[in-house]
């Protein structure tokens, strides 16, 4: 039942009478909806509907925590404050706020505060304390493990920031955007994608003969470029492929290749877009 601290996020935080309008007029989720006790995933888009900066945002009192990349939760608070206008709220990062993952049933110290991960069930929960409340009995590495082998990608390891829509990155699966609520920045060409059912490509789960590939690595099948990966652990993998180009090869009979491996290629549990029968590794 393990907990891992997560130096690799960092909390950056929305206070003030204004930060529910705000951040609803900004971000991919809805805030308005969002009760306590969960860390729901969302986005900040460019106007051309791509991903900027991926976060999970959770109530604090009367308002919100953004656990977010720590390499970029500087210029994630940077960027917020360009939207703010006269808002009255204040944008920071809180250095004092250390985040962890707990999975499994884990235990961990009443102080700590606890929250479902909205993503999926079986991501279990974020722990937001000071860091030496987290009794840590797993690394980072076991954590982003246990992300990888239920397919559920990350900002700046699974794609690319300012590269992918948030269908490419699974956001409409994960709850990350809500397709009910207003305008946010970049809406209409996400909105146009989920009603016109254009997103072609997706990430996906792989499966390796032996050590998952380097992030980067080209995914073909005969002489088709499906895509490359995303990060990986041990046996599992993630990768954005084409899903157009995987059908074709496999309606082909041709097998998907990291480099010299033959991989098995599936999607995630919890998605519901269609998708290829799945390879068999051989």
Request: glycine share 12%; proline share 5%.
């Amino acid at each position: 039942m393990p907990i891992a601290l997560l130096p690799d996020r960092a909390i950056v935080t929305v206070a003030g009478e204004a930060a529910a309008g705000f951040l609803q007029g900004v971000i991919t989720c809805n805030v308005e909806t969002l009760p306590p006790g969960e860390a729901r995933l969302g986005a900040l888009l460019t106007p051309q509907g791509k991903i900027f900066f991926d976060f999970l945002i959770s109530r604090d009192g009367d308002g919100f925590r953004l656990d977010a990349p720590a390499v970029r939760a500087a210029d994630f608070a940077k960027r917020l404050g360009l939207y703010r206008l006269r808002a009255k709220v204040a944008i920071a990062v809180d250095p004092g706020i250390a985040v962890a993952a707990a999975w499994d049933g884990a235990e961990t110290a009443a102080a700590t505060e606890r929250l479902r991960d909205g993503r999926l069930a079986e991501l279990g929960e974020r722990l937001y304390a000071s860091e030496g409340a987290f009794s840590a009995d797993a690394t980072e590495a076991n954590y982003h493990a246990h992300r990888i082998a239920l397919g559920i990608p990350e900002g700046g390891r699974d794609f690319a920031y300012g590269d992918a829509f948030p269908h490419e990155a699974l956001m409409d699966q994960l709850g990350g955007v809500d397709f009910r609520k207003g305008c946010y920045v970049g809406q209409e060409v996400v909105s146009r994608m989920q009603h016109r059912g254009t997103a072609r490509t997706r990430s996906v789960k792989l499966v390796y003969p032996d050590s998952a590939a380097a992030p980067g690595t080209e995914v073909i099948a005969g002489s088709r470029s499906l895509g490359a990966t995303g990060s990986g652990a041990g046996h599992h993998g993630l990768a954005l492929l084409r899903l157009d180009r995987l059908a074709d090869a496999l309606a082909a009979g041709e097998t998907v290749r990291v480099g010299d491996a033959v991989v098995a290629v599936a999607k995630p549990s919890f998605a519901s877009f269609g998708f290829p029968e799945p390879t068999v590794a051989g």
